[in-house]
């Protein structure tokens, strides 16, 4: 299998940590792609020219980090299921939050690096709403995340409070967010978050 990503991508490292998981990392080979300055190889794999992309080995390219996950709990085994009933759909929604504070986050990193003079304010002040309001919830509802192994909610709450540490630090989201903390210091230890840590750039 063949894995477009970038190495600071939230999403393509919800797909990394999810194959370390998985034990799987030798049978997927990683190419570093810029989606800015595509390969015509990467274009045809994903038209949108987004990443992650997982081309499988029958040669089917797919084209998003849930998706992504999806395929890789149908195949193998590592990653914990979901809950079944009514927990399920909490699990999923906590899920969606997280998914949320990356899209925010990653939307606030592209608008900051537009021109001051067209810098949308307005855009910025709902997306660090969004993250703060997010940010509580999650403390709230910490007890639902386990420290063993991840499902994928936990992959990507994890990822989505490292991200804002590695884009966002002025967020600062310790400070008021205690049980929120000591789950991500703890879950932060997995060889799978130590080994996806994007580089100091």
């Known amino acids: 299998m063949q894995l477009y990503c970038s190495k600071t991508s939230p999403y393509s490292r919800k797909v990394r940590i999810a194959l370390i998981e998985l034990g799987i990392t030798d049978r997927v080979d990683e190419i570093l792609i810029d989606p800015f300055n595509p390969t015509a190889e990467f274009l045809a794999a994903n038209p949108l020219s987004k990443i992650p992309t997982l081309v499988t080995d029958r040669g089917e390219a797919l084209p998003s980090s849930d998706l992504i996950l999806e395929y890789l709990q149908a195949r193998f085994s590592?990653?914990?299921?979901?809950?079944?009933?009514?927990?399920r759909w909490a699990a999923l929604r906590l899920?969606?939050?997280?998914?949320?504070v990356i899209d925010a986050a990653v939307a606030t990193v592209f608008e900051k690096r537009r021109p001051e003079s067209i810098v949308y304010v307005p855009h910025l002040d709902r997306q660090l709403a969004s993250i703060e309001r997010s940010l509580e919830l999650l403390n709230l509802e910490v007890s639902m995340l386990g420290t063993q192994t991840p499902s994928v909610v936990e992959i990507t709450v994890?990822?989505?409070l490292s991200y804002l540490d590695f884009r966002m630090p002025y967020v600062a989201w310790r400070k008021s967010h205690s049980a929120l903390e000591a789950w991500h210091e703890q879950f932060s230890e997995r060889a799978s978050m130590q080994l996806t840590r994007p580089p100091e750039t």
């Open 158 to 160: 994890g990822v989505a």
């Open 78 to 87: 590592g990653i914990a299921a979901l809950p079944r009933g009514s927990r």
């Open 95 to 100: 899920r969606q939050i997280g998914e949320g």
